[in-house]
Antibody
Framework: EVQLVESGGGLIQPGGSLRLSCAAS????????MSWVRQAPGKGLEWVSV???????YYADSVKGRFTISRDNSKNTLYLQMNSLRAEDTAVYYC????????????WGQGTTVTVSS | QSALTQPASVSGSPGQSITISCTGT?????????VSWYQQHPGKAPKLMIY???NRPSGVPDRFSGSKSGNTASLTISGLQAEDEADYYC?????????FGTGTKVTVL
């Protein structure tokens, strides 16, 4: 079964760092594009970042320079390193698979909650 | 990276058809055929309903259809059912990034 499971969320103070993980099963992370999407409480979806199968990475302007997307092929896991966290980064963070050349998110994880507050 | 514009809410009676619009620019919706639509029920992860403007993934009922004209994409739900009540989001590719719509709450009367 194709599945994504996020972990690593929690309560963190402003300015702090957190690393989210997204463990994949049923497919190979490195053979697909993989995205992070977030949703602030009561708000809509916001695209955060993508890593292509070739390794190229792209970010939303709102997180550029603070967040880093990466993957560990041996663990078939996607990561999102989040630094200099702000209150406005508070959200449920979803990882999602983008099948190559389709530019769409066809498999989503259940989400992990990040709360930035003092 | 401004969000695509969707109506905040759309409603319809069971069996009716409704259409949700998604308006962007020539840099996103109008420039690429990479428009997707997602359904999200409260507390759940989004579910892909339409990709590449008008393609349905396996398992999505054919009551859901997508189209695009210029900078505006549309999702039509025909034969509206109670379980279709949810939030719907469009998304588009735009120069190596992606952008989502503002979201539309669909209410089945």
């Amino acid at each position: 079964e194709v599945q994504l499971v996020e972990s690593g969320g929690g309560l963190i103070q402003p300015g702090g760092s957190l690393r989210l993980s997204c463990a994949a099963s049923g497919f190979t992370v490195s053979s697909n594009y993989m995205s992070w999407v977030r949703q602030a409480p009561g708000k809509g979806l916001e695209w955060v970042s993508v890593i292509y199968s070739g390794g190229s990475t792209y970010y939303a302007d709102s997180v550029k320079g603070r967040f880093t997307i990466s993957r560990d092929n041996s663990k078939n896991t996607l990561y999102l390193q989040m630094n200099s966290l702000r209150a406005e980064d508070t959200a449920v963070y979803y990882c999602a698979r983008e099948p190559n050349a389709l530019i769409t998110q066809d498999v989503w994880g259940q989400g992990t909650t990040v709360t930035v507050s003092s | 990276q401004s969000a695509l514009t969707q109506p905040a809410s759309v409603s319809g009676s069971p069996g009716q058809s409704i259409t949700i619009s998604c308006t962007g620019t020539s840099s996103d919706v109008g420039g690429y055929n990479y428009v997707s639509w997602y359904q999200q029920h409260p507390g759940k992860a989004p579910k892909l309903m339409i990709y590449e403007v008008s393609n349905r993934p396996s398992g999505v009922p054919d009551r859901f259809s997508g189209s695009k004209s210029g900078n505006t994409a549309s999702l039509t739900i025909s034969g509206l059912q109670a379980e279709d009540e949810a939030d719907y989001y469009c998304s588009s590719y735009t120069s190596s990034s992606r952008v989502f719509g503002t979201g539309t709450k669909v209410t089945v009367l």
